[in-house]
């Protein structure tokens, strides 16, 4: 079981930038698919991006050419870059990863780290 740690998250206006962290305490990223989900209150838990062990991305259609995913191996950690924030991006986002791409893409993971707040408001 992977236990991630998520950090970056913060107050934007719209329009801004935020780039959030994850890292998990053992190589576990590097060898497998990762994904970044987020949650409001009140809503089921989201993907919105993911990364295979190979580089190849996708991401949920509200967040295309917004937000990108990327993974540094030797460092262990996976990021999301976001740009052109909006409100509607307000949520807390967490990262969590699996064997497999399917497994990502369903998020029905036992565990998860504390995520990280994003508030994006003028």
């Known amino acids: 079981q992977v236990h991630s740690v998520e950090s970056g998250g913060g107050l934007v206006q719209p329009g801004g930038s935020l780039r959030l962290s994850c890292t998990a305490s053992e190589s576990f990223f590097s060898r497998n698919a990762v994904g970044w989900y987020r949650q409001v209150p009140g809503k089921q838990r989201e993907l919105v991006a993911s990364?295979?062990?190979?580089?190849?991305?996708n991401y949920v259609d509200s967040v295309k050419g917004r937000f990108a995913i990327s993974r540094d191996n030797a460092k262990n950690m996976v990021y999301l870059q976001m740009n052109s924030l909006r409100p509607e991006d307000t949520a807390v986002y967490y990262c969590?990863?699996?064997?497999?791409?399917?497994?990502?893409?369903?998020?029905?993971?036992?565990?998860w780290g504390q995520g990280t707040q994003v508030t994006v408001s003028s």
């Open positions: 990364i295979r062990p190979g580089g190849f991305t």
């Open positions: 969590n990863g699996a064997a497999t791409h399917s497994m990502v893409l369903d998020g029905n993971f036992d565990s």
